[in-house]
T-cell receptor
Framework: ETGVTQTPRHLVMGMTNKKSLKCEQHLGHNAMYWYKQSAKKPLELMFV???????ENNSVPSRFSPECPNSSHLFLHLHTLQPEDSALYLCASSQRGGRVTGANVLTFGAGSRLTVL | AQRVTQPEKLLSVFKGAPVELKCNYS??????LFWYVQYSRQRLQLLLR??SRESIKGFTADLNKGETSFHLKKPFAQEEDSAMYYC????????????FGKGTRLHILP
């Protein structure tokens, strides 16, 4: 499979559940991102990993916990979520590296639609 | 603070008419600007970026640092241009952020 793959595509969970979202990229990129897309807000950057090191945590509540075991995989662990966390969670990857052609261009996955009951 | 502003939530344009989607940004560093597009039932994807200085699907965008703008333009709208358009700002100097505006839905009328 090529590109950025996210699983599961749909997830329904209760507020006390623990679940994880998975993202995998087959593009050889060195940076991966989690964005949240909800109906009434713009795309919100949550986390950035560059060469497996977290370089950005955009004031995200601790009930969201990212994990990046290698440059191809990114997880978002979910615990004790709230109904307002229901949204589409988008993973993206890019080749970090200045202004050469293709650098810093995000390739997005299809997203994981999360519903918190 | 870094910010991207797209003032129009919805823009309706007749087929064949010119299109301009507005984008203004706020960033103290050297900006990298992008336009992303999301067609119905498709993934968010890159349309164009300012450093490429190219025309994609008839769209162009010029970075105006004086006005801190990166408006997207097309001289003659086509029905297949109907989509959601997002302006994005790359803040790569320090912290790898790529932040997005709220998006503008472009609706091409027949």
């Amino acid at each position: 499979e090529t590109g950025v793959t996210q699983t599961p595509r749909h997830l329904v969970m209760g507020m006390t559940n623990k679940k994880s979202l998975k993202c995998e990229q087959h593009l050889g990129h060195n940076a991966m991102y989690w964005y949240k897309q909800s109906a009434k807000k713009p795309l919100e950057l949550m986390f950035v990993y560059n060469f497996k090191e977290q370089t950005e945590n955009n004031s995200v509540p601790s009930r969201f916990s990212p994990e990046c075991p290698n440059s191809s995989h990114l997880f978002l662990h979910l615990h004790t979520l709230q109904p307002e966390d229901s949204a589409l969670y988008l993973c993206a990857s890019s080749q970090r590296g200045g202004r050469v052609t293709g650098a810093n261009v995000l390739t997005f996955g299809a997203g994981s639609r999360l519903t918190v009951l | 603070a870094q910010r991207v502003t797209q003032p129009e939530k919805l823009l309706s344009v007749f087929k064949g008419a010119p299109v301009e989607l507005k984008c203004n940004y706020s960033y103290s560093g050297s900006p990298e600007l992008f336009w992303y597009v999301q067609y119905s039932r498709q993934r968010l994807q890159l349309l164009l970026r300012h450093i490429s200085r190219e025309s994609i699907k008839g769209f162009t965008a010029d970075l105006n640092k004086g006005e801190t703008s990166f408006h997207l333009k097309k001289p003659f709208a086509q029905e297949e241009d109907s989509a959601m358009y997002y302006c994005a700002l790359g803040c790569m100097n320090r912290d790898d952020k790529i932040i997005f505006g709220k998006g503008t839905r472009l609706h091409i009328l027949p």
